[in-house]
Every structure is written in structure tokens, then in C-alpha cells.
């Protein structure tokens, strides 16, 4: 029961954590550049490349909604790199 209690007191810790980083992102395109190779030649994603996925994915919609971005930020291989990186595409 202890254990539980601790647990929970950390997924608390961790979520609040979380929100944190989402309130504090600054939206640039150009930050997931690290993701280029990966996202137009279906390559596997670096680290760095889902930290910044992770950072940006609020950002993500508003991406899409712009057409120089969007043909790279909705294609399948997105999709992929973004699951690959666990961070699940957003609904738009």
C-alpha cells in the first residue's frame, strides 16, 4: 500500500514535469531538423531526433496548417519517425 502511495505521488511529480515542458515550448520548424534524414529516407530516428519531436509535438498542428511544412510534417514517414519515437502523432 506504501508503494502504491509513492507511485502515485511520482506520476503526479512526473506529470506536473510534463506540463511544464509544454508551457514553456517555443514553436520552430527548423528545431526538428534532426528528423529530416529520418522523416525522407524512412530511416531510423535518432535521440535527438525524438527529444525534438517530444519538444515540438504541440507545435505539430500548427506545422501542418502551413503549406511549405505540411507535405513533410503529414507524410506516412512522419507518422513513422513519431511513432518510432513514441510520441504519438496529434489529432488536428
Not at 4 to 29: D, H, M, R, Y
Amino acid at each position: 500500500m506504501k508503494c502504491l502511495a509513492i507511485c502515485a505521488v511520482l506520476l503526479l511529480f512526473l506529470a506536473g514535469i510534463e506540463v511544464s515542458k509544454v508551457e514553456a515550448v517555443t514553436c520552430n520548424p527548423i528545431q526538428l531538423s534532426p528528423c529530416a534524414k529520418a522523416i525522407t529516407s524512412a530511416t531510423t530516428p535518432s535521440p535527438i531526433c525524438c527529444t525534438k519531436i517530444k519538444e515540438q509535438r504541440p507545435c505539430l498542428c500548427n506545422y501542418m496548417k502551413n503549406p511549405n511544412l505540411q507535405k513533410f510534417i503529414n507524410s506516412p514517414n512522419a507518422r513513422k519517425v513519431a511513432s518510432s519515437c513514441g510520441t504519438p502523432f496529434p489529432r488536428c
